[in-house]
């Protein structure tokens, strides 16, 4: 731990702070001011980032290990959300992938993938909310994707999974509407990290470089649209009017969804 006084801007958790996006996550939240805890399984790989950022902006940074797809993993980081109070700032990025059909896909990997993808994003999340809304401030910053709007081949669970983070965040970007708890839901499309090597995308065709963004690009529009108030940011999405009116369509179709009458269509009529 370096000597230096503690932040005013306070401590930011970054999940999976080990490489790609929470690197670069955590690399732009210390470079602000934030003192960090960097949270992965490779602890290696933490204690160089944290070394690095202590040096070169003279913030506090530690690294928490734990892997977030098992129980006590998710209940070390939430135990530190509730019981650090400097904890001002939550990042919930680790998630991965795999690039298989649902019945090629080991039920191990499905089951680690909903572990962390859904289950560990949850669980911090609440501890977030609770800790901030009674601290009375606080910045939640949920990671999800543009593959979770539409099924895309190979990626059956993933996506869904990342549809269950673009609706979870949005219902409590709602419960948390009078407090002074913020909720940034990011949205990237595709990103060079080694997460696609994790998903086994190496064996893929490589996408066209018109499509994937640098992690860096990706953090800085983040940043950017968290500074600009953005509930919804999609680094790569270049119309944003897209996304207005699929959220706005969304919400008709919840209305226009209960109903008490079979629809015509059905025949069942008098
Ligand atoms: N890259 C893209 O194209 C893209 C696009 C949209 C959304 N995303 C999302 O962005 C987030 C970051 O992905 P990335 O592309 O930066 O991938 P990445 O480079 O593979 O990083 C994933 C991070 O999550 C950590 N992690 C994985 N399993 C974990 C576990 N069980 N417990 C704790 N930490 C774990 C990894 O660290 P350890 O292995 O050390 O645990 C690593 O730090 C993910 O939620 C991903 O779904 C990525």
Known sequence: MAHSASSKLG???????SSGIGAVYAERLA???Y???????????LQRIAADLRDRFQ??????VADLSEPG???AVADRISGDPSVTLLVNNAGFSALKPLTETPDEVIVRMIALNVTALTALSKAALVAFKARGAGVLINIGSGAGFAPYPGIPVYGATKAY???FTQS???????TAVRIQLVLPGAVISEGWDVAGGAELDPLPDSIVMTTEDCVDAALAGLDQGERVTAPSLQDASGLRDYEAMAGTLLQAM????????YGLGA
Do not use: C, M, N
């Not at 003192?35 to 790989?45: G, I, N």
């Not at 209960?258 to 269509?265: E, L, N, S, W």
């Open 59 to 64: 913030v506090r940074a530690e690294a928490l």
């Open 172 to 178: 409590l970007q709602s419960e948390a509407e009078a």
């Open 73 to 75: 993993g998710v209940s």
């Open 165 to 167: 983070v673009y609706l």
């Open 258 to 265: 209960f109903d008490g009458k079979p629809a015509p269509r």
């Open 11 to 17: 401590v930011a958790i970054v999940t999976g702070a």
């Open 31 to 33: 470079r602000r001011g």
């Open 35 to 45: 003192d960090l805890v960097l949270v992965a399984r490779r602890e290696d790989r």
